[in-house]
C-alpha cells in the first residue's frame, strides 16, 4: 500500500530516477542544438561553418511521410453482438482525434521519438485535476486529454529494467502550476504547497530543452510573474493511485502533497514510442539521433573545407618582363578573341589552391553513409537515387522503405494503444453523448407485379444520424483490441489517387463483370458488389458504395419486367438465350479461351505494370521533346 512506503524514500526514488535520465537529457540537449542550427534564437552567425543540416533534413522528409493526415481507428472484437458499438467507438476516436488535434500531437511525438523517447499522458481533465488550473490551458473539466510529457519533465523507476519501463513500480512526470491554484483547489496539504521552492530558484531547469529558444530571457524569470511551483506526478500501478511530491531534489517532505486514487485504464496514463529495437536488460531505446550525429558532424567539416578550398582558388598569369605587352593584352581580351603574341611560352598561367576532387568524393560518401543509417530520405523525400535504369531505381526504392514501414509500423502500434485509453474514458463515462454519422446499408425495396416481385430500389449505403450513448454500450472492454488503419495517417497524391481511380475502373471493374457472368453461367454464387466494394476499400477508395444507386436505373428495370417476356425461340428459351439472358456460345467461349470472348487480351502482369509505372516520367519527357503534348 502507499500509505506503508514513507514520502521520503519516495522522493529519494524520484531524484534517483531522474538522475537517471540526467545523461539521457544532455545528449539530447547536444543533439537538439545540431538540428535547429546555429542560426535558431540568435542574432547573429559565422555563415558556412554549418552549410549542411543532415539531421534537420531527415526529419523534415521522415515525419511527412509517417504522419500527415488525422488517423482513422478501427475497434475489432470477436463477439458478434459486439461489433456495432466497436464502429461507434471507432467514430467517437476520429472525432475526438480532430477535436484534439492528435495529428499535431503525433507529430511532436514523433519527433520527440527520433531524438530519444516520445511520451503522450492520455487521462480525463477532472474538477479535481492540475490541468483545469491554469486559465491558459484550453482541457475543460470532464474532457479527455492526450498531452506531450517533454523527456525533460519525464521521471521513472530508477530500477526499471525492461523495454519501455514495462516493470517500473512507478512513472511521472513534472508539472509547472501556479502556486495559488494549489491552495485555492483545497486538495493539497497547503503548508507544504507554501513551502515549495519558486520554479526557477533552482538549478534544475538550466539544462533544458526550452532553453534554447531563451537566450534573451534570464534563468528563473518566466516563472516570477505567477508564483509558479513545480510538482511530480506520479502513477502507481501497484496500488492504483497517483502521488503528488515536490519536483525539487533539495526538499524532502514526511508526507505528500496528495495521494488519490487512480481513474483510468490498467494500463496506465503514459503512452511510449521508440523507433529503434529494444536494449537487453535497459528500459530505454538507442536515439536514431545519436545514429547520425558523427556522420551530420564530419559532413559539415568537410562542406566546410570543400568550400574553403573552393575560396582560395586563384588563377594568376606569369610572364616574362620583356613579355609585358602582350601579357596586358591576353588579359584584356575577350572571350574567344584571336590575340597576337611574340612568345607565348613567356606568358603561363598558374592555378593556386581549389578543392580536391577526392575531398568532393568524401563529401559524397559521407552523405551516402548518412542517407543509409537515416532511412534513406534521400528516396523517400525524392532526391538524389543512384541508380542505372528505371528497374534498378524501383528495386532501391523497395528496399529503401523498408525502414520507413518498420517506424510507420510502431508508430501505429503506439498510437493504437493511446487510442485504447482514450476509448476507455468514452466507454466508462455514464454522461456520455456524442453525435456520430454513420454510413449504413438500407434494405432493398420490392414491388408486387403481375409477373411477381419487383425489386424497386437495390440496397444502398447512406449516412445516417447515430448517438453514441452510454445505452449503446456491448461488450466487455477487454474484448476490444484498438487499431489505427492502415496508411490513415499517410498522404496520398492526387494524382495517384487519379491514378489509382482510372486503373480500377479500367482493369477491376470489367474483370469483375466478366467474372460475374462466367459465374452465372457455371452457376456458382458470385455477390459482384460486394467484390467491387472490397477491392475499392483495398484500394483505399471509400466512395465506390455510392454509386450502386441508380433510381433511374430501378425505374427502367421494373418497366422491363412488367412488360412480360420477349417471345420464344426453338429451343424455348427467351431470344435463344441460356439461364441469365446470356448467349450459349459464352459458355463455349469461356471453357476454350479461359475468359469471356469479349475481353481484350490477358491481364497485364505484375511485372508489366511496375515497368510502365517506371516508365511514366520518360514517356511524358519524350511527348514533350518531339512537341506531341496531351
Not at 503528488?244 to 517532505?253: G, I, N, Q, S
Not at 463515462?429 to 432493398?444: E, G, N, S, T, W
Not at 471453357?591 to 509505372?613: A, I, K, R, Y
Request: hydrophobic residues 40%; negative net charge; proline residues 5%.
Amino acid at each position: 500500500m502507499v500509505t506503508d512506503v514513507s514520502p521520503k524514500k519516495v522522493q529519494q526514488y524520484v531524484q534517483l530516477g531522474r538522475k537517471r535520465l540526467a545523461n539521457f537529457r544532455q545528449a539530447r540537449l547536444m543533439f537538439l542544438r545540431q538540428y535547429v542550427g546555429q542560426y535558431y534564437d540568435t542574432d547573429h552567425g559565422s555563415v558556412g561553418t554549418e552549410p549542411l543540416n543532415l539531421i534537420f533534413n531527415a526529419i523534415r522528409i521522415l515525419v511527412p511521410n509517417l504522419v500527415i493526415n488525422y488517423p482513422k481507428h478501427s475497434a475489432e472484437t470477436q463477439f458478434l453482438q459486439s461489433r456495432q458499438y466497436g464502429d461507434l467507438l471507432s467514430l467517437a476516436l476520429d472525432y475526438l482525434g480532430v477535436t484534439l488535434n492528435i495529428k499535431d500531437l503525433y507529430r511532436r511525438w514523433l519527433v520527440d521519438a527520433i531524438f530519444t523517447l516520445g511520451t503522450v499522458k492520455t487521462g480525463l481533465a477532472e474538477s479535481d485535476s492540475v490541468y483545469t488550473f491554469d486559465e491558459d490551458n484550453k482541457t475543460d473539466a470532464g474532457t479527455v486529454f492526450s498531452e506531450l510529457v517533454d523527456f525533460d519533465n519525464l521521471i521513472v523507476d530508477p530500477k526499471s529494467r525492461e523495454h519501455l519501463f514495462a516493470d517500473a513500480a512507478f512513472v511521472g512526470d513534472v508539472i509547472c502550476v501556479p502556486r495559488a491554484k494549489l491552495l485555492d483547489s483545497g486538495l493539497y496539504a497547503n503548508d507544504l504547497v507554501e513551502r515549495l521552492p519558486r520554479a526557477g530558484d533552482y538549478g534544475a531547469k538550466d539544462d533544458g530543452a526550452s532553453r534554447l529558444s531563451m537566450s534573451q530571457v534570464q534563468h528563473g524569470e518566466e516563472y516570477e510573474l505567477n508564483d509558479e511551483v513545480e510538482i511530480a506526478e506520479l502513477w502507481v500501478p501497484s496500488a492504483k493511485a497517483v502521488l503528488t511530491v515536490p519536483a525539487c531534489e533539495d526538499l524532502h517532505f514526511d508526507e505528500y502533497l496528495r495521494v488519490h486514487d487512480y481513474y483510468g485504464p490498467n494500463e496506465g496514463p503514459y503512452t511510449f514510442l521508440a523507433l529503434t529495437p529494444p536494449v537487453p536488460g535497459n528500459p530505454l531505446p538507442v536515439a536514431l539521433v545519436g545514429i547520425w550525429q558523427d556522420l551530420h558532424v564530419r559532413a559539415n567539416r568537410m562542406a566546410v573545407k570543400v568550400m574553403d578550398q573552393a575560396e582560395r582558388q586563384k588563377d594568376i598569369i606569369g610572364y616574362k618582363r620583356a613579355a609585358q605587352d602582350d601579357a596586358e593584352a591576353l588579359r584584356d581580351a575577350g572571350d574567344g578573341e584571336a590575340i597576337s603574341v611574340d612568345d607565348h611560352e613567356a606568358i603561363k598561367i598558374h592555378s593556386f589552391g581549389g578543392q580536391q576532387n577526392s575531398n568532393e568524393s568524401h563529401l559524397a560518401q559521407l552523405q551516402g553513409w548518412f542517407n543509409q543509417m537515416a532511412a534513406n530520405p534521400q528516396s523517400i523525400g525524392g532526391q538524389t537515387l543512384n541508380s542505372d535504369s528505371a528497374t534498378e531505381a524501383r528495386i532501391l526504392q523497395s528496399n529503401a522503405s523498408v525502414g520507413l514501414e518498420d517506424m510507420r509500423d510502431l508508430l501505429y502500434q503506439a498510437a493504437g494503444q493511446e487510442a485504447r485509453k482514450r476509448a476507455w474514458y468514452l466507454h466508462t463515462d455514464p454522461f456520455i453523448k456524442i453525435p456520430l454519422v454513420r454510413r449504413d446499408q438500407v434494405a432493398a425495396q420490392y414491388a408486387m407485379t403481375p409477373a411477381g416481385p419487383v425489386q424497386t430500389q437495390s440496397a444502398q449505403v447512406v449516412d445516417q444520424q447515430v448517438i453514441l450513448t452510454p445505452e449503446a454500450r456491448r461488450g466487455d472492454f477487454l474484448d476490444f483490441t484498438f487499431k489505427i488503419q492502415v496508411e490513415s495517417m499517410s498522404r496520398v497524391d492526387s494524382r495517384q489517387r487519379l491514378a489509382t481511380a482510372l486503373d480500377f475502373a479500367v482493369k477491376i471493374l470489367p474483370a469483375s463483370a466478366q467474372a460475374a457472368q462466367t459465374m452465372m453461367m457455371m452457376g456458382i454464387p458470385f455477390n459482384v458488389k460486394s467484390f467491387i466494394l472490397r477491392m475499392a476499400k483495398e484500394a483505399g477508395m471509400s466512395w465506390m458504395d455510392e454509386v450502386f444507386f441508380d433510381p433511374e436505373f430501378q425505374m427502367r428495370m421494373m418497366q422491363m419486367m412488367m412488360m412480360g417476356p420477349g417471345p420464344q425461340t426453338s429451343q424455348g428459351q427467351p431470344g435463344g438465350q441460356g439461364p441469365g439472358g446470356q448467349s450459349n456460345a459464352g459458355l463455349a467461349a469461356v471453357l476454350q479461351n479461359q475468359q469471356p470472348g469479349q475481353v481484350m487480351g490477358g491481364m497485364p502482369s505484375s511485372q508489366t505494370q511496375d515497368n510502365q509505372q517506371a516508365q511514366l516520367g520518360a514517356n511524358q519527357a519524350q511527348r514533350e521533346t518531339v512537341g506531341g503534348g496531351y
